[in-house]
């Protein structure tokens, strides 16, 4: 069995360029010693968790029976919950573990059932209708608020950045909200609150030390350290497509566009459908190279060949369709007789 990400995950890697920042006036973060110390509290619900992905990788018959018995006992805990629905998807599938959470909350509508009812429901109207529900039942309930906040981000709500850090500054051990805000960080043109959330993984021993490592190097990166950010990816190899497109991009925000270029074009021969490559190729082409055949090539190659996630497509999407609508107009324009 894979590794299990029980937690939000992050959306994406960010592109070689920025946006705009929203504010700068929200409260600070908790300190890390404030989050180490909290961390050290949960000390006993993660070794729970830790336990159940042992129990399920060994031997998932008797894993199973073991992790129902574990969960009972522990009803209120919304982590343990979670790990168990995100095993039922790895299971059986998400459209099954959504028949299961839709049931359990029918059968039993407390605030725990329908923030797991939420986590996979399709339609956000009715995610957002759930996450009410389980506040209004539960309050103190942080992960259906952390949903809640991320749900509120993604439809562009500006202070949702700041509602999140309030909630951390309450809750410092609230891993949800961590990985959260590394996801908002760049969304919101903040690369140093992303660098700060990856700073605090990772959260458990059975969390995929390769994922950390990629986002703590694309937070660095995002912060403008490039000569950090290889240094953080030195322990991955050449044949991480990950790491090669944030070595890339590390080159390029250094100065080495020629380096930046020679590795994505070596990713793109291995996978030519990888469309983060084609991506940042194009805009390499456009930025750093001067090259705008190249790269109005790459930018429709990104359009015709990605399958990213909507969260992550869609940023690039827009861009890239931009960028091909500069590019061909600047092309009319230089082919176009002189006086027409």
Known sequence: MSRVRVL???????????????????????????VNAARAQ?????????????????DPSDGWERVADLRSRFPEDARLAALVQDLEIQ???????REIATRRWQEQPNAIHAYLAARVEPSKEIQRDFLARALALDPSLEQAEVLQIALEARAGEPKA?????RLLRRHPGLAEGWRLLAELGPLYARPDLALRAEQTEPWSTFDDPRRATLALAGAELAGGA????????????????DATVLRAAAHAAAGRPVVARDLLAELIRND?????????????FRDYLGDPVQAEQH??????????????????????????????????????????
Do not use: K, M
């Not at 299971?91 to 573990?97: I, L, M, V």
């Not at 469309?275 to 194009?282: E, P, R, S, T």
């Open 91 to 97: 299971r059986g599938g998400r459209s099954a573990a």
């Open 299 to 340: 930018l429709q190659r990104f359009l015709e060949t990605s399958d990213l996630p909507e969260e992550q497509d869609l940023f690039r999407r827009i861009q890239a369709e931009f960028w091909l609508s500069e590019l061909r107009q600047a092309r009319a324009a230089a082919t176009a007789p002189a006086g027409a």
């Open 8 to 34: 939000l995950a992050c959306a994406g890697w960010a592109a070689l360029t920025g946006g705009c920042g929203l504010f700068r006036s929200e409260p600070d973060l908790p300190a890390l010693a404030d």
């Open 161 to 165: 950045l700041e509602r999140l850090i």
């Open 42 to 58: 949960q000390a006993g619900q993660w070794a729970r968790l830790e336990r159940c992905i042992r129990w399920v990788q060994f």
């Open 272 to 284: 030519p459908h990888h469309a983060v490559a084609h991506f940042n190729l194009g805009l390499l």
């Open 226 to 241: 490039p000569e950090r950010t290889l240094e953080i990816l030195a322990p991955l190899g050449e044949s991480d497509a």
